[in-house]
């Protein structure tokens, strides 16, 4: 069971469901559309003993929520609710099963109405990525020096989280990175316990750009070489970039040297 509370969407499936049908909705269907499409590509869970009542929640939980609860998918939650289907694998947990049970019983009571203030279909928010490959940032960094990272790449595969894959350089300096230090490519090496030995070179999403774009400079643009990193298994927020320099260099926030 890939449930960690008692609410609807609590819950992995639940949400796998909810999120395939708004992608539907973004996608330009209607919900009765979205609706069939999510019914036939989980027509093997229709009938399971576990995913069934679950699919059957989350159908009603997102129709509902945009206005347009179908009967049908009404009254099978009422049925598996009825019937018990739908606690059948809370029975081994006493405490978790009453907890479910009061759930369920809030829910139903909530979509037996129609819902007063149903939402529009979602539209894809277009968030693109924020630099193109190859342009040299200059990063003002914590102490009021400034660091160097190199844009590797841009990924626009999924619209509405375009990235960038970042390398950040070794530099720290009160001036402005020059070009010859993004040409030059000293990488970052995250030396410290716990680092790996592996270059600070990660993947940006858009998302919490804002923190830190006041911080950030395009001051020119370099050819990207094949012998650059294509790829990185990390995931960086924008508000944290190039502070890593500081840490490798034992410089603390007011630019002197740990321990001094």
């Given at each position: 069971m890939g449930a960690w509370?008692?609410?609807?969407?609590q819950d992995d499936f639940v949400l796998d469901v909810v999120g395939i049908f708004e992608d539907l909705l973004k996608a330009g269907h209607s919900v009765p559309d979205a609706t069939k499409t999510v019914k036939a590509?989980?027509?093997?869970?229709?009938n399971d003993?576990?995913?069934?009542p679950l699919l059957w929640l989350a159908l009603a939980d997102v129709q509902w929520t945009y206005g347009e609860l179908e009967s049908e998918v009404l009254s099978r939650v009422q049925g598996d609710f009825d019937s018990g289907r739908s606690l059948d694998a809370w029975r081994e947990d006493t405490r978790g099963l009453l907890r479910r049970r009061a759930a369920l019983e809030k829910f139903i009571s909530r979509i037996a109405v129609p819902n007063p203030r149903a939402k529009k279909p979602p539209k894809v928010v277009v968030r693109a990525p924020k630099f193109q490959p190859g342009d040299c940032l200059s990063i003002r960094v914590a102490n009021s020096r400034y660091?160097?990272?190199?844009?590797?790449?841009?990924?626009?595969?999924?619209?509405?989280?375009g990235k960038n894959l970042v390398g950040v350089l070794d530099y720290l300096s009160p001036q402005k990175p020059p070009l010859e230090v993004f040409r030059t490519r000293k990488w970052l090496v995250r030396t410290r316990p716990g680092w790996s030995n592996a270059m600070d070179v990660a993947w940006y999403l858009p998302m919490g750009f804002r923190t830190a774009k006041d911080r950030l400079e395009v001051v020119g643009h370099v050819?990207?070489?094949d012998s650059d990193p294509k790829d990185s298994n990390r995931y960086q927020g924008w508000r944290g970039i190039g502070e890593q320099v500081n840490v490798s260099a034992g410089v603390g926030p007011e630019g002197q040297l740990k321990g001094k």
């Open positions: 509370g008692y609410g609807i969407r590509r989980f027509a093997a869970e229709t003993s576990d995913d069934g660091t160097a990272a190199l844009v590797l790449s841009a990924d626009h595969s999924t619209a509405e989280y050819e990207i070489l």
